[in-house]
Nanobody, 124 residues
Framework: QVQLVESGGGLVQAGGSLRLSCAAS????????MGWFRQAPGKQREFIAA???????NYADSVKGRFTISRDNAKNTVYLQMNSLKSEDTAVYYC??????????????????WGRGTQVTVSS
């Protein structure tokens, strides 16, 4: 079992920045690929970014160049640095853990463990 807890969400003006953190506990964090997803009101949960156990990264086109995912295995934490925020980035942000090789990094069903989410609100 892996427990994930997100933090760092809040209210920010358009053009601003936030850094989300996801702290993991339980089984070996470094053996999991990690992902960030978000869900806006009335919309489906969507892929944002992923990082492999070897620190390779992938991003949704909507955030490429603005968001950066990283991990610190010593701290059992994955981060999402969000810059140049837009009102359309408003959503609940979730982190998730995936066993490497189990499905694609952008697919919700590939992830075994999920956090409860943190709200990000961007005011225009």
């Amino acid at each position: 079992q892996v427990q994930l807890v997100e933090s760092g969400g809040g209210l920010v003006q358009a053009g601003g920045s936030l850094r989300l953190s996801c702290a993991a506990s339980g089984r070996s964090f470094s053996s999991y690929a990690m992902g960030w997803f978000r869900q806006a009101p009335g919309k489906q949960r969507e892929f944002i970014a992923a990082i492999t156990t070897g620190a390779n990264t992938n991003y949704a086109d909507s955030v490429k160049g603005r968001f950066t995912i990283s991990r610190d295995n010593a701290k059992n934490t994955v981060y999402l640095q969000m810059n140049s925020l837009k009102s359309e980035d408003t959503a609940v942000y979730y982190c998730a853990a995936r066993t490497p090789g189990r499905g694609g990094w952008a697919s919700l069903s590939s992830y075994d463990y999920w956090g409860r989410g943190t709200q990000v609100t961007v005011s225009s």
